[in-house]
Nanobody
Framework: VQLQASGGGLVQAGGSLRLSCAAS????????VGWFRQALGKEREFVAA????????NYADSVQGRFTISRDNAKNTVYLQMYNLKPEDTAVYLC?????????????????WGRGTLVTVSS
């Protein structure tokens, strides 16, 4: 499966953005999808994940209550709605797919990765 993230940009602290992850190739609904981010000079970290049916989600503590992950399997797209953005959310955001039913959080479980989209939050 091929993935492409989009929707990043520059936003002021407290603002909102919605990222999209468009998939093509294999049957998208057979994969759990996760969002990860990597800030400059830091390791990649888990942000959010959604099960292949969309009924289960997981979030990193740092974004719980501010970010919402959702998916539309008919459109082969997963979304990450981000509210109340903070400067520490600045990073390249990447989406990935895993051959699991559940909303897996471990980076090593994700086999397919797309190119990221840059989110910059100014203070």
């Amino acid at each position: 499966v091929q993935l492409q993230a989009s929707g990043g940009g520059l936003v002021q602290a407290g603002g909102s953005l919605r990222l999209s992850c468009a998939a093509s190739g294999r049957t998208f609904s057979n994969y759990a999808v996760g969002w990860f981010r990597q800030a400059l000079g830091k390791e990649r970290e888990f942000v959010a994940a959604i099960s292949w049916g969309g009924d289960r989600t997981n979030y990193a503590d740092s974004v719980q209550g501010r970010f919402t992950i959702s998916r539309d399997n008919a459109k082969n797209t997963v979304y990450l709605q981000m509210y109340n953005l903070k400067p520490e959310d600045t990073a390249v955001y990447l989406c990935a797919a895993a051959s699991f039913k559940g909303a897996v959080t471990a980076t090593q479980e994700y086999r397919y990765w797309g190119r990221g989209t840059l989110v910059t939050v100014s203070s």
